[in-house]
């Protein structure tokens, strides 16, 4: 490896997964409901949401070993982003995509994208 592709942790190949996962997922799952297949799309929605887990995992074991608060903030949007898609489609079933609240939905999930994209940056400049 060099300076362009670091040799990651294992923590951060969890990222790695998960970042490209969630990004796929989501692309899925948006053009899905473009199709107006909204039911189908809203299975890789919740795929994409129940990684959040594992990168919550990685943010906790980044700020246990005190690798920076980068490491664990840029994972954080994603987090939320799960959080506020599991309440609101799953627990109201709210249809906030009708609403002014779309463009905050939107915005969150743009900064999750951006989250991860900057770990990946972080990480290794090769990797973002």
Known sequence: ???????????????????????????VMFWLRAQKRSAFGNRFGWAATALAIPLAGV???NAIHQRGVWWVVLLLPVVVFALVETILDGLLKLNF???????LYLLLFY?????????????????G
């Open 59 to 61: 943010a906790i074991l």
């Open 111 to 127: 900064l999750a994208q951006f989250g991860l994209i900057g770990y990946a940056f972080l990480a290794g400049k090769g990797y």
């Open 97 to 103: 995509r009708a609403s002014r609240a779309l463009a």
């Open 1 to 27: 490896m060099d300076g362009y592709f670091p040799a990651l942790r294992s923590v951060d190949w969890v990222v790695v997964v998960c970042a490209n996962g969630f990004h796929l997922l989501c692309l």
